[in-house]
């Protein structure tokens, strides 16, 4: 059986400890020299920058957040051992694990370690579609002749090149397609290296719930419930038309998925689907005045990412979270594509104005959706708000100013609110 070590990275025939250097840390598999679709996820990657910045953090739990009113952004795994997990309310999360250390996230500093671990993987195959900061679909098809060496055994490198150069660990799932690659990269986290090879797909998934599937969250899980749908194996036991007839569009994705068919390919340049920014307070508010600065102060990061992006949208989306963690959200669909902060505020207050009266709130968000090239963009105004272009053409003067002068070189009044 093809086995490899993943300390020394010495290829052998069997399984056991490496016979170079006696390490454990072997991975072995009938199909390991064959398979080429790879999932790349850091462990704890926000915590695990904190720790490898501050040494004195490394045996001590650390939660990346902040205040009482937020959310956990990662923690590590210490703080995971305790029920700390990520989207988790942080007075909940001090609740369960009052030890820790709670670290206010560096988001400029997890961006630019990100970019180090990209340029680690384009020395290995241009074919890698980032999922977020710290995870990425890899295609090493065809390039062991290229390497000198298998999939694998590059793999293997790649994440001791992070651990060594960047102080960074990741966990890695290789398979014959992405749906079974990501979930190889979580089964033996941190750290890891499972394999899930075509002849054991079928026997894999069987007992396995069906919400290891992505996109499976509480609402759909609750409909796959219903039905009687807890296992793959489940799944696998209705017909598709019966499953499109129950489910629709996403039943024809969940036979597919039990017999662990995924055609997608692993995308470089994968389109983004929208662009947002939310904040939660500290404090429950329910004033217009209070919420139009921050509303204001989104709607021009938002704006920002669209024209650093060079894309435009045509719906604007409202999130509001009440104290009691209820949601709503609403949505206008503007009559042309706009990448205007100006255009993306006034839409989202109006929004905002229909909503008040079902507050106080905890969490407000404004967000831009159904993405187009910039050059789809209109800001010709209209007949209901003829003087449109003329905010569009102060805004882009304020926008050349900045790019030479700094961001804050011109601060409208209502971001100070």
């Known amino acids: 059986m093809p086995a490899l070590c993943r300390d020394c990275l010495t290829r052998f025939d069997h399984g056991g400890r490496c016979p170079a250097c006696r390490s454990p840390r072997v991975i072995a598999h009938p199909e390991l020299d064959t398979l080429s679709i790879a999932h790349m996820d850091c462990d704890a990657f926000y915590a695990s920058v904190e720790k490898r910045d501050a040494p004195e953090l490394r045996d001590q739990p650390v939660i990346v957040g902040g205040g009482t009113r937020g959310v956990v952004t990662t923690a590590c795994y210490l703080a995971r051992i305790k029920g700390v997990r990520s989207a988790m309310p942080m007075f909940e999360a001090r609740r369960l694990c009052p030890e820790a250390v709670v670290v206010p996230p560096r988001f400029e500093v997890y961006t630019e370690v990100s970019r180090q671990i990209r340029e680690m993987m384009r020395d290995l195959t241009p074919a890698i579609e980032p999922l977020s900061l710290d995870e990425a679909f890899l ?19 790649l ?10 660990t990741g966990s890695i799932g290789l398979s014959h397609n992405k749906f079974l690659a990501k979930i190889a990269s979580d089964l033996e986290k941190p750290h890891g290296f499972s394999v899930i090879g075509k002849a054991e797909t079928l026997d894999f998934l069987g007992p396995r719930p069906v919400k290891l599937i992505w996109g499976i969250g509480s609402v759909s899980g609750a409909a796959l419930e219903r039905a009687g749908i807890r296992t793959f194996n489940d799944l696998r036991r209705w017909e598709q038309k019966d499953l499109v007839e129950r489910f629709g569009g996403m039943g024809l994705r969940l036979w597919h998925l039990a017999r662990g068919e995924d055609h997608r390919r692993v995308t470089a340049h994968a389109p983004v689907k929208g662009v947002s920014n939310e904040t939660t307070f500290r404090e429950d508010t329910g004033a217009a005045e209070v919420l139009d600065g921050y ?13 650093a992006k060079e894309i435009a949208g045509r719906i604007v989306t409202l999130k509001l979270k009440r104290a009691n963690h209820s949601g709503l959200t609403r949505r206008m669909t503007l009559d042309a594509p706009t990448q205007m902060a100006d255009r993306i505020y006034r839409t989202a207050r109006g929004l905002l104005d229909g909503a008040l009266d079902q507050g106080p709130f905890r969490l407000l968000g404004v967000g831009v959706s159904e993405l187009c090239p910039a050059t789809e963009a209109r800001e010709d105004g209209d007949l209901l708000d003829p003087d449109a272009p003329r905010r569009a053409e102060a805004e882009r003067a304020a926008d050349a100013i900045r790019d030479r002068w700094g961001k804050d070189a011109i601060i409208k009044g209502r971001s100070l609110r």
């Open 139 to 157: 295609d090493l098809t065809g390039t062991a002749r290229l390497h000198g060496a298998r999939p694998a055994v590059m793999l293997a490198r």
């Open 159 to 168: 994440v001791a090149r992070m651990r060594d150069e960047l102080g960074i």
């Open 295 to 307: 509303l204001w102060r989104m709607s021009e990061k938002v704006s920002a990412r669209l024209k």
